[in-house]
């Protein structure tokens, strides 16, 4: 049997640090256990919410439903040969420790990524990026459980429609799929070292680094993190709270004859990829701070906590952001958080 409590507390469940409350709230460690909680009246009857580690998510009220909070640990080699190794993390291994773990081990691929907050379970479900990598890229399958059969279910890499922060697993599949383990293709020689990214190459520069390995990639990393983004623990937030639009060539050229400093990054389809940061700091809020929510000084992308804001205000400061930035571009800026 499954212990579920009642009316708890999620302060401590979400990194923006809200006090919302979940009107049934347990915490699973196998995948038997979620088989089993598929078949309970609860189950079918409440609205139900997957939580990971909580740091994409922004509560604007307390959740009427059952929230299932998944703790189910293991990584293991399920295949190794001379020049790569398939890892198998379950879901929900921090996905930073994961990281770590491979880095130590001399298992390339996914050192870009390091410091990121959140589980493995949720990393493939927004594709997650940074310094010029993604998750997708060293995804080899997704495991999990099909929540209206409780089949058992594999997708391999091309099945899981992944894009900019975008995956099966948040579209077709949302709410009808439970991740519960990932497995991944590593390097175990001649690693992917990518350290294009500008702010990685300067700190490696400084860091006075001419051959990068894993080992001293993840340092930077862990470095520019630490210096351009809050972290949880001291002051709540999401990371990113927007994605990066998207807009047309056409729309860019017209935006570079008032604004001639705009970033962009050509992606495909005659499409230039903004940064949100720079479209934010532009409409005057890095750093502006209402009450206990602000923007923050580092990094106008994230919106922060200072410790009792609560979620309806965060969701308004963001509202307004939208609405300055879309005034300003005719950019409509749309929220990488999910919001409850
Ligand atoms: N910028 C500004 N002002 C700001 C912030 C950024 O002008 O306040 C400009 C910078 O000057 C730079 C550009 O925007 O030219 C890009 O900035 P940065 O390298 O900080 O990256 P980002 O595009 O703002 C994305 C991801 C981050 C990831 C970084 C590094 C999204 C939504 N965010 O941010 O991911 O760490 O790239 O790769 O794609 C996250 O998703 O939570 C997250 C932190």
Not at 16 to 31: K, L, M, P, S, V
Not at 116 to 139: D, H, L, R
Not at 223 to 238: M, Q, T, Y
Not at 327 to 334: A, G, Q, S, Y
Request: charged share 20%; net charge neutral; glycine share 8%.
């Amino acid at each position: 049997m499954i212990k579920i409590d009642e009316h708890v507390r999620l302060k401590h469940y979400n990194t923006f640090g809200i006090d919302a409350t979940a009107r049934y709230f347990c915490q699973i460690t196998n995948e038997d256990q979620f088989k089993s909680l598929l078949q309970t009246d609860l189950y079918r009857n409440e609205k139900v919410l997957i939580l990971g580690g909580g740091s994409n998510i922004l509560f604007t009220r307390d959740f009427d439903g059952l929230v299932i909070k998944t703790d189910i640990k293991g990584i293991h080699i399920v295949h190794e040969s001379d020049g790569i190794v398939n890892i198998k993390a379950m879901s929900g291994e921090m996905w930073h420790e994961l990281v770590i773990h491979c880095v130590n081990h001399q298992w390339g691929g996914i050192q870009n990524l390091s410091l990121i907050p959140g589980t493995v379970g949720a990393a493939p479900i927004q594709n997650i990026g940074a310094y010029g990598v993604e998750v997708k890229e060293v995804v080899k399958e997704i495991t999990g459980i099909d929540r209206l059969t409780g089949d058992e279910k594999t997708f391999q890499n091309k099945e899981c429609e992944f894009g900019y922060r975008e995956s099966i697993f948040k579209h077709k599949l949302k709410d009808l799929f439970f991740v519960s383990s990932v497995t991944l293709t590593l390097t175990k020689k001649n690693h992917p070292i990518n350290t294009n990214y500008g702010a990685i190459k300067d700190t490696l520069k400084e860091m006075n680094i001419t051959e990068p390995t894993l080992k001293s990639i993840s340092d930077a990393v862990i470095h520019i993190r630490k210096s351009k983004l809050p972290d949880p623990i001291h002051v709540g937030n999401a990371g990113s709270f927007f994605k990066n639009p998207t807009i047309s060539y056409l729309h860019y050229q017209s935006l570079l004859k008032i604004f001639s400093n705009i970033p962009g990054y050509h992606s495909v389809n005659q499409e230039v990829k903004v940064p949100a940061g720079w479209l934010i700091e532009q409409c005057g809020w890095k750093g502006k701070r209402l009450n206990d929510i602000g923007v923050h000084a580092q990094q106008a992308l994230v919106i922060v906590n200072y410790g009792n804001g609560n979620g309806n205000e965060i969701l308004e400061l963001a509202m307004k952001i939208i609405s300055s930035v879309k005034e300003k571009f005719n950019i409509v800026l749309t929220p990488e958080v999910n919001i409850i």
